[in-house]
């Protein structure tokens, strides 16, 4: 944890709690702080990560067959591995994307739907098998629908698709159950589709799923690991908020979080929450590693706050840690705050405005499979920020109007036309 002493106060000075102050948000919900779904959203996490990995154990027979058609678990080369989603949904593909490539040993990539929409030549590609693997909340949001629309009208009847959502009455489930023979639908427990604005417990119990497509073979030992992670998870939970609460005061305006491979996407996500909740309050970034070193580090100042997340990976970690110390000093003199979270404490000279967040002293979590121990950081970074502005946490968009739960407004136009089989002008 922080060597700091934790504080929880809000920034209106209407409430004090004592203990813990998610736990705080928790029992005691809001409605004019907007506190009713998301901390306990945040809060049932790892509860939600042991039901989904078992839930998979549940489809593991099924889903494997379905896969074997397209060339995984099976003898067959493998097919091209397309992981898909909008907003935090594609970051579900970032933080797994390294991983199902070092598993099913297949050209994979993440590529966000609101990407694939406007371009639907450069991604459905027929001649080869492939796999498009879909990732929604709601399912409800014009991408994700012509995404998958696009994908069974543009590509020969090879490739296949996998559906995976938290709601069981969005649309893009209902398409799934409509093209039973190209499409698997799996879909995660009904308390994963978050009611608040902000993706987390939707978010990390994706994560969950597509890590779980690694290990179908090999179902109880894969749950007993989620269990393992789930109980480091809930320990962050109990023992972190307020220690990150006091990270987070003082008049923070921009936060940069930094991760590789699974914790790149963690860092994306969690840089999305802290100013998504904020409602931009803070504005917030993300990157690798090494290349904040080129351009984007330029933007830390005395307000900035610079979150490094560590990999497991040996290899990997003598960069970060590289990094840390070649910039240690001058974030010092800016006056920035840097957060470490690591599996581990790393060897780093101690200075006042340096905190250290270890969470997996025996090292429980493997390499490629941090991010959900990660993004809570992230995740409850940006809800003490946001409950310290006064921000309506469930709905911090508001009082802007700009944007709600499910994100509307696109005309979809014909796919074919992008093939050039449809001249017609816009």
Known sequence: ???????????????????????????????????????????????????????????????????????????????????????????????????????????????????????????????????????????????????????LECMDADGRHLVITCNRDGTLAELARAHPERVYLLVLPDETNDQGLAMTSSYTSMVVASQALARLNEMDAFIDQIDRTAALGASVLADYPDSIDEFMTGDVRRAFFLGNNDLYGAATESALKVQELTAGGILAGADDTLAFRHGPISAVDDRSVVVFYLSARRHTRRYEVDVIRQYQEAFDEIGAQIAVVSPQRPDLRATENLSVFAYDPEGAVPALQQNNIAVLFGQLAGLVAAYRRGVNVDEPSEEKALYNRTVQGVRVYDPESAFGKDEESC
């Not at 409605?31 to 790892?46: F, L, N, S, Y």
């Not at 099976?74 to 594609?90: E, I, K, M, Q, Y």
């Open 1 to 151: 944890m922080s060597e700091n002493s934790p504080s929880v106060v809000s920034e209106s000075q209407d409430e004090v709690s004592t203990g813990s102050v998610l736990r705080h948000m928790v029992d005691h919900p809001n409605p004019d702080r907007g506190t009713v779904h998301t901390p306990g959203e945040i809060a049932q996490q790892p509860d939600m990560w042991r039901r989904t990995a078992r839930l998979v154990r549940e489809h593991a027979p099924s889903l494997k067959r379905f896969l074997a058609t397209v060339g995984l678990y099976s003898d067959d080369p493998p097919p091209r591995v397309l992981l898909t989603g909008a907003g935090t949904s594609h970051y579900v593909g970032l933080s797994v994307v390294d991983l199902l490539r070092q598993q099913f040993g297949a050209a994979c990539e993440s590529r966000p739907t609101t990407r694939v929409t406007p371009n639907p030549d450069l991604f459905f590609q027929d001649g080869a098998p492939s796999l498009m693997i879909h990732f929604a909340r709601s399912g409800n949001s014009p991408e994700s629908k012509a995404v998958l629309e696009g994908a």
